[in-house]
């Protein structure tokens, strides 16, 4: 059974990933410091403070945990994904077939509708999301890089 084409996540180098690690732990680490402060504090300030520092530390360490775990696995999963297409990525094709304007975030960019064949997979349809290009346009070939085991692409 196939599974469903994926577009690799954007890819993040060795020194990008250490960066972006050492960031998101310390997204991670001021709701524990809060909750320290909070059990340690002495002498003992007024109830308000304790209680402030230990719901402060409570929700900035769900917060802060939350945001850093999911930023630390968007990173291991773009070297995941970087290492699966070098390792076992076949040359492929990106034809587009349609192209439609994407206005989600501030830059104005395209939504490609592709047709991706190449050897050792059958040929598959996908969407991605691309920066404004007068050069994109429908009929425009476009070189890919595809996983056949899973269908994990990549646009170069």
Not at 32 to 44: C, G, R, S, Y
Not at 116 to 141: C, H, K, N, Q
């Amino acid at each position: 059974m196939t599974s469903a084409p994926r577009e690799a996540e954007a890819r993040v180098g060795p020194i990008g990933a250490l960066l972006s690690r050492v960031v998101f732990l310390a997204i991670c680490l001021p709701g524990p410091v809060l909750l320290v402060a909070a059990m340690t504090l002495n002498p003992p300030r007024s109830s308000s403070d304790f209680w402030g520092l230990l719901v402060g530390g409570v929700l900035a360490t769900a917060i802060g945990v939350g945001f850093g775990v999911f930023g630390w696995r968007v990173v291991a999963r773009s070297r995941r994904d970087t290492r699966r297409l070098s390792a076992a990525g076949v040359a492929a094709t990106a034809e587009i077939l349609t192209v439609a304007n994407h206005l989600a975030g501030e830059n104005p960019e395209l939504e490609l509708h592709l047709r991706i064949s190449g050897p050792g997979f059958a040929t598959f349809e996908a969407d991605t999301i691309r920066a404004t290009d007068p050069a994109l346009v429908p009929g425009a070939v476009l070189a890919a890089v595809v996983d056949p085991a899973d269908r994990l692409f990549a646009i170069i």
